[in-house]
């Protein structure tokens, strides 16, 4: 699935004075690239998510996946076209404590009406190395494990863009690099056109096309 950003803004009003922090910003992604966004802390790289993800709004421009414009759609629209659509990795699990790993990554296609829940989310935690934590509680997972749980969820719907905001942030990096290699590996072998935000100059190495965010515009690496 595309995704053509054509001169986004975004400002926000702190007191009297406003914040420019995407100031006419234009990218083209192609279907199944994976592409890192990077720049310094406060550059925009959170706010651009959010506005990939429908979180929030553009003031004005053009935020085309796959030709729908996300920009002017209602908030129930973009609820419904975000969950047939898109997938968001967070720095943070965000699993809910009191279900299994296997409940967690079931959630996602119960709430989609997915036939198969259970054998889906098996399989996509299977895919991930967590065939034998599959009845264990967020509480009984190492960090590594959460976020591959969170990963699987993601994955599982089969999402047409994948949005990653900074996954390996909370994990040591050896863990951190064990589970970026099966990430990397996942979403290539189902082409997902993946948006990575990192800090990491060496993660955003791995991917096929880096963007740096500087002064509110997207350049080439």
Request: charged share 20%.
């Amino acid at each position: 699935m595309s995704l053509i950003l054509k001169s986004v803004k975004k400002g926000f009003h702190q007191g009297d004075t406003e914040i420019n922090v995407l100031n006419g910003l234009n990218a083209i992604i192609e279907p199944g690239q994976v592409v890192s966004i990077v720049g310094q802390s406060g550059s925009g790289k959170s706010t651009l998510l959010s506005l990939l993800a429908g979180l929030e709004r553009a003031d004005t421009g053009q935020i085309l996946v796959d030709g729908v414009d996300l920009v002017p759609l209602t908030e129930q629209e973009m609820t419904l076209f975000r969950a047939q659509n898109i997938a968001i990795v967070f720095q943070q699990y965000h699993l809910i404590a009191h279900l299994t790993a296997l409940e967690n990554v079931m959630l996602g296609l119960e709430i989609l009406k997915i036939d198969n829940a259970k054998e889906k989310a098996e399989t996509a935690l299977k895919e991930l190395g967590l065939g034998h934590r599959l009845n264990h509680f967020p509480s009984q997972l190492s960090g590594g494990e959460s976020q591959r749980v969170a990963i699987a969820r993601a994955l599982v719907v089969q999402p047409k863009i994948l949005l990653a905001d900074e996954p390996s942030g909370n994990l040591d990096t050896h863990t951190g690099d064990k589970v970026m290699d099966v990430f990397f590996e996942v979403v290539r072998k189902y082409k997902i056109t993946t948006i990575l935000v990192t800090h990491s100059e060496g993660l955003a190495q791995r991917c096929e096309r880096t963007l740096r965010l500087q002064e509110g515009q997207l350049r080439e690496v």
